[in-house]
């Protein structure tokens, strides 16, 4: 319930939950969420995920232990292939077997962000332990348009991922004002 003054009864009710829900997946879906402390309240706004999905991935959780890897989510009763297409890249954990998976990297990328690894001679250990710190300038130096094409990706995706394997678990929000 939002009180919004005198003219409060104004206000449809559905519009303005349909409005608030919207910023909320908006702003959930550019943090992303840590699988494993996510609460069903927050993993709900995940983009692909719903009420009941969030419930069992919280229930698989305390069933099965912190999940390592993002294809785990993949046995949770109710998420199927597309559900796992659309919110994948949202849910980061956090010490998992593969360090692309606390990135927003999605992973049908996977493949071509390892790719540009080793290009540059790196390794996702490197990665985990932020030894990468010069990757941009050699991207810079190799030439960007020719860094894309071998890993056949575009500029802006490849800049995407380069921020992303810079900082892994990065928090968008530590770049922000404070509220």
């Not at 009420?51 to 993949?74: D, P, T």
């Not at 077997?97 to 071509?112: G, M």
């Amino acid at each position: 319930s939002i009180g919004v003054g005198q003219y409060q009864h104004d206000m449809n009710e559905k519009r303005l939950d349909g409005a608030l829900s919207g910023v909320l997946e908006d702003c959930v879906n550019s943090v992303g969420v840590d699988l494993n402390t996510a609460s069903v309240s927050l993993l709900k706004y995940v983009a692909g995920l719903n009420a009941a999905v969030a419930k069992n991935i919280v229930v698989y959780r305390e069933e099965h232990g912190r999940f390592k890897s993002r294809k785990q989510l993949l046995k949770v009763p109710k998420l199927g292939e597309k559900a796992y297409t659309q919110c994948a890249g949202f849910l980061r954990i956090d010490g998992g077997e593969n360090i692309l998976d606390n990135t927003a990297v999605h992973p049908e990328s996977y493949e071509k962000a390892e790719k540009l690894l080793a290009l540059f001679s790196y390794t996702k250990e490197d990665v985990k332990a932020r030894r990468i710190a010069d990757l941009r300038q050699k991207i810079k130096a190799y030439g960007e348009e020719k860094a894309a094409k071998e890993t056949e990706l575009d500029r802006a995706t490849l800049a995407d991922i380069v921020t992303e394997l810079m900082k892994p678990g990065r928090d968008i929000r530590e770049g922000l004002p404070a509220p």
